[in-house]
């Protein structure tokens, strides 16, 4: 058990010293944390942080209770108590951590705590191969136990794992997963690698699939955020590209993303002609050059005026939080806005608080960042005073 309690932003400026990690040395970061930040929205937000000495945050997740829960890709699972920074671990899966393999994505059962399920998505160790699992495990007497395999037919490699996932509200379980590397996965309808999965809770394919599989679209190169529009229930993921075309997408069952022959918009005569035969879907917003687009989550509350109804998307190499205002029918970006570069770092996931405060997780401890004072951490932004 570990207990962190909440601090202010400027109680963090102190600089760390060098810090060992994964062999090597990460350096110094003379950044300065903003106390606040103006949004073009016109809203003023201050940051605070809510709990700090973490490693590699992967995965923030509401509990039912209202405590939020979260991974490290390292494969500890902790619950946080937002109001007061105290984190308790509830459990520890055994995972191969290399690269960017590790503790992925969480979630609840839909009938959570009655059915005490909790999922993970996450790279395990086969043979000296490095493999991905949908796996679940019981929640009782405040402690997970004992993992139980779903689903382990996923290639996995030191990166390209994906691995997001969301139960949508239909019941169903919707779970990114990465190509692995393998190009030619992506478009193989009988992999389930390069695809968005459609499952139910038992891990069997869903009925009614696109493909008769548990595939739902395919397409994908490495898709780490998911989520469904609160208002309309529809599912948007976010998608790393090469180093072109970062992508927003609307995920629609059985259409084609395009990858590896397409990487954002149909906008080369190759990618028109595979478009065309395919019947691929185009993105909503696409980074040129690539900024590591990773969790996503929409805005859908009162506290900041500005925001409600926006998509926001967390940046791990463009070090920043993405503010999207969507048109009328969600299909493209009517507005973009950048807070934050290089001020906090590189950002693995955001989320949306129930009383409306904006909570965002570092990821600077994960081989490829520099270190603030108190990484890994999680910022909570609210209205200033």
């Excluded at 509990?63 to 937002?82: L, N, Q, Y």
């Excluded at 208002?231 to 995920?251: F, K, M, R």
């Excluded at 507005?335 to 570069?341: N, P």
């Amino acid at each position: 058990m570990r207990t962190t309690h909440a601090t202010t932003i400027a109680a963090m400026t102190t600089i760390l010293g060098p810090l060992l990690f994964a062999g090597g040395v990460l350096p110094r970061v003379a950044a300065q944390m903003p106390a606040t930040v103006t949004s073009s929205s016109g809203d003023v937000l201050a940051l605070r942080s809510v709990v700090t000495g973490l490693d590699t945050i992967w995965d923030m997740v509401w509990a039912p209770d209202g405590e939020m829960w979260i991974t490290e890709r390292g494969g500890r699972v902790s619950r946080i108590d937002v109001a007061t920074g105290e984190i308790v671990a509830v459990g520890e899966l055994e995972v191969r951590e290399q690269g960017e393999s590790g503790l992925m994505g969480m979630a609840f059962h839909p009938d959570f705590p009655e059915e005490p399920w909790v999922y993970f998505a996450y790279s395990y160790d086969a043979g000296g191969q490095i493999r991905n699992r949908l796996a679940r495990a019981r929640f009782e007497n405040g402690r997970l136990g004992d993992p139980i395999s779903l689903v382990d037919d996923f290639e996995g490699r030191g990166n390209h794992n994906g691995a997001r996932i969301v139960f949508g509200p239909d019941g169903l379980l919707y779970m990114t997963m990465g190509e692995a590397g393998q190009r030619p996965l992506s478009q193989d309808p009988g992999s389930l690698n390069g695809k968005i999965l459609r499952l139910t809770p038992e891990g069997r394919p869903a009925p009614g699939n696109p493909f008769g599989s548990a595939v739902w679209s395919l397409g994908h190169r490495n898709p780490q955020g998911l989520v469904f529009q609160p208002a309309t229930g529809v599912l948007y993921s976010s998608e790393h590209g090469p180093n072109s075309d970062d992508e927003i997408n609307v995920i629609e069952p059985g259409r084609n993303y395009g990858w590896p022959t397409v990487a954002g918009f149909c906008d080369s005569s190759q990618e028109q002609a595979f478009c065309d035969e395919n019947d691929v879907s185009e993105p909503v917003h696409s980074w040129t050059p690539t900024v590591g687009i990773a969790g996503i989550d929409f805005y859908d509350h009162d506290l900041i005026p500005g925001w409600r109804g926006n998509l926001l998307a967390a940046a791990l190499g463009g070090r920043s939080l993405f503010r999207l205002s969507l048109s009328g029918d969600g299909r493209t970006a009517s507005g973009v806005e950048r807070l934050f570069q290089n001020q906090l770092g590189r950002l693995r996931d955001v989320l949306a608080g129930p009383d409306g405060a904006v909570y965002i997780a570092t990821s600077n401890l994960d081989g490829r960042g520099q270190t603030n004072a108190g990484d890994d951490q999680i910022i909570r932004l609210t209205p200033a005073d």
